[in-house]
């Protein structure tokens, strides 16, 4: 089985009034999830495996890069057995499969891409297309970057297509099988697109058409325009301070999206071919979101680049040195159909995973910390929340299986060779507070499971004072003998071991308790598992069942010697 690994990295901020304190996480998780499980704060589809230091302010930003480089490497390095040995993964079917992990994607944003491709900066991470020549739309596609190729390549040679030879310093992707660290930089459609091309680069030139058209009243105008949108679901109303808002994160680009064409429409009369080409811009966005895609939809995608490509002569003269030259995210757009032919749809693995990841799981690990020797408690908490969460994910499909079998009965397996015991009371009294003897209940050596099926229903009887438990044991059959040499105790829970499941040679104690009062406050009965007999596999049989595994609640325990 492949298991692609999408990685994840991006710095970010921690306090938000004072200081200057960033992290620099590392997030991974699996293609194999489906992305709704990816993006989830309840799910660990998203995982937390490393902070990177921060950046000294180094001016040999080749030292920066290999030592960066070199701690990606170390972080990953447990990988690159299981990549050609492969790990067993017990997966949710129930069955162990032999998983090949493959560095499949890494979410990064530009800067990012270009320390992990080691790719010039405003050079394209993907292929060779030079920077004079961008946005190189409608243009047939340069060479694909290739790290192979590289290698026999002298710095210089090296420089000519933008690419960095760093002597002391190879590729992490060298380290791994099968990886073409070039193909892992994916699109972003959020720090690309949203922030880049639309935000800007292109409002930015059509700001600038609005001052040449209305001089000093273009902010004005703009803003009577955002402010005159009629309420609507879904659509927001910036107010009167459109050009004035500074805090720009996804939702506000979105909005702005939504309703800029009509806003434009009127003001922009005279120019229709660049209204056009903005038109073509807002096509090619939304078309990057939908979260399937056909053959019809790539081609409506490739055509409104083309269209957008077409229009951008008409913002030339906005330019300072007359040429697009030097802006990759709007050569990036011309990747767009590959990428999303290669990674699935854009929502599938960008940039806004692992920015709401920051919020959910790096803020809030930041918040419980000393806020002195921050990185170490941080990693510490997010890994106590990954356990945390792991269990309650069990219990909850646990609970799931239970509300699915709500006839579920025990059934006690009763020997019918066993002897026929007589009925006779045994003396108990109360529960114990503790694991001790609440009584001297004795039964014999060779105790039947009728004798011990006895001792249950007598505790429970009177622990209950349920009258139908006294006329079970008759139907049984008591007896006196087991009250001669055994003791029975009652527990407050019983204690299992079992292998880790991360680690196994590791042994873990697992304790389930079962306390009329826990702490001196409410009663605590856990959840547990009881192995009985596999159910043959069909379409309504959950897997814990397919497992022989029975879900219940451990409300008495006891123990004998
Ligand atoms: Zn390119």
Known sequence: MLVPLILGSDKTMLSTMSGDKSAWPIYLTVGNLAKEKRRSTKCNGLILIGILPKCPNSPD?????????????????????????????????????????????????????????????????????????????????????????????????????????????????????DCNIFECMNTDRLHQLLKGVFKDHTWTWVMALLTKIYGSRASEVVDDGFANIPPFVGLRNFGHRFTKVTQWTGSEYKDMLAVWIPLLA????????????????????????????????????????????????????????????????????????????????????DTEVSESAHSWLIKDAYRATNKVDYIPQMLKWE????????????????????????????????????????????????????????????????????????????????????????????HFGGSKQWASSRKVMVATGVTTTCQSHNNPDKTLTERARCMPKWRNNSPRYDHILIQGHPVLPGSQTSWLREQGLEPARLLHAFRYN
Request: charged share 25%.
């Open 383 to 474: 890994k106590r929340q990954f356990i945390i969460k792991d269990r309650l994910n069990i219990l909850q499909s646990i609970a799931d299986d239970i509300s699915d079998h709500k006839a579920l009965q025990c059934q006690l397996m009763i020997d019918p060779k066993a002897p026929v015991a007589k009925p006779g009371p045994p003396k108990l009294s109360g529960l114990g507070t503790k694991c001790i003897p609440i009584q001297s209940f004795k039964f014999p050596n060779k105790a039947s499971l009728n004798c011990l099926l006895d001792a249950f229903c007598m505790y429970l009887s009177q622990l209950r004072s349920n009258p139908q438990a006294s006329r079970d044991l008759q």
């Open 266 to 349: 009127p003001l922009l009369k005279g120019f229709p071919h660049r209204l056009k080409g903005l038109r073509h811009l807002t096509d090619f966005i939304l078309l990057a979101g939908y979260h399937s895609h056909t053959d019809t939809t790539l081609r409506y995608l490739k055509s409104a680049l083309v269209g957008y490509g077409k229009s951008l002569d008409g913002f030339l003269e906005f330019r300072e040195n007359n040429s697009f030259a030097g802006i990759p995210k709007l050569h990036a757009m011309i990747h767009y159909v590959e990428c999303i032919k290669e990674f699935g749809s854009t929502d599938n693995a």
């Open 61 to 177: 930003q080749h030292a920066i890069k290999r030592a960066l480089h070199c701690a990606l490497r170390e972080i990953l390095r447990s990988l690159e057995s299981y990549e050609r040995l492969g790990i067993p993964i017990r997966c949710a079917d129930g069955h162990t499969r032999l998983g090949f992990p493959r560095l499949a994607s890494w979410l990064a944003d530009y800067p990012e891409q270009c320390a992990l491709t080691l790719v010039i900066y405003r050079w394209c991470p993907r292929c060779e297309c030079d920077p004079k020549e961008f946005p190189a739309i409608g243009q047939p596609g340069s060479r694909k970057r290739q790290l192979k190729r590289y290698s026999s390549l002298s710095a210089e040679e090296a420089k000519k297509i933008g690419q960095w030879k760093i002597s002391g310093l190879e590729n992490l992707a060298s380290f791994h099988l």
